[in-house]
């Protein structure tokens, strides 16, 4: 059974910085995608960064510079480490594991950027 658990999100101003996880069960990293993805009032979910089953990484072009993500296999973790944050990244950030053709969700963790 594949559990998502996010943990790290809050209240920050524009130009800090936040680190989510994804502590993940069930789940084989190397044998899986990973992805964290956010999703702000009334927009759709969007795709921000991925990590794969060799650990290559792929970042939208919105967070490219600003976010990093990785992954700890003997924690069973996954990261965002989100800098110079800005008050447009406000939103629900999901962490996703894709099996084959199944994806899973974790429950959401809140980051909100405001002065």
């Known amino acids: 059974q594949v559990q998502l658990v996010e943990s790290g999100g809050g209240l920050v101003q524009p130009g800090e910085s936040l680190r989510l996880s994804c502590r993940a069960s069930?789940?084989?990293?190397?044998?899986?995608?990973m992805a964290w993805y956010r999703q702000a009032p009334g927009t759709q979910r969007e795709l921000v960064a991925t990590?794969?089953?060799?650990?290559?990484?792929d970042y939208e072009d919105f967070v490219q510079g600003r976010f990093t993500i990785s992954r700890d296999t003997a924690q069973n973790t996954i990261s965002l480490q989100m800098d110079k944050l800005k008050p447009e990244d406000t939103a629900a950030y999901y962490c996703?594991?894709?099996?084959?053709?199944?994806?899973?969700w974790g429950q959401g963790t809140q980051v909100t950027v405001s002065s």
């Open positions: 069930g789940v084989i990293f190397q044998m899986s995608i």
């Open positions: 990590i794969a089953g060799d650990g290559s990484t």
């Open positions: 996703s594991a894709r099996l084959g053709s199944t994806n899973y």
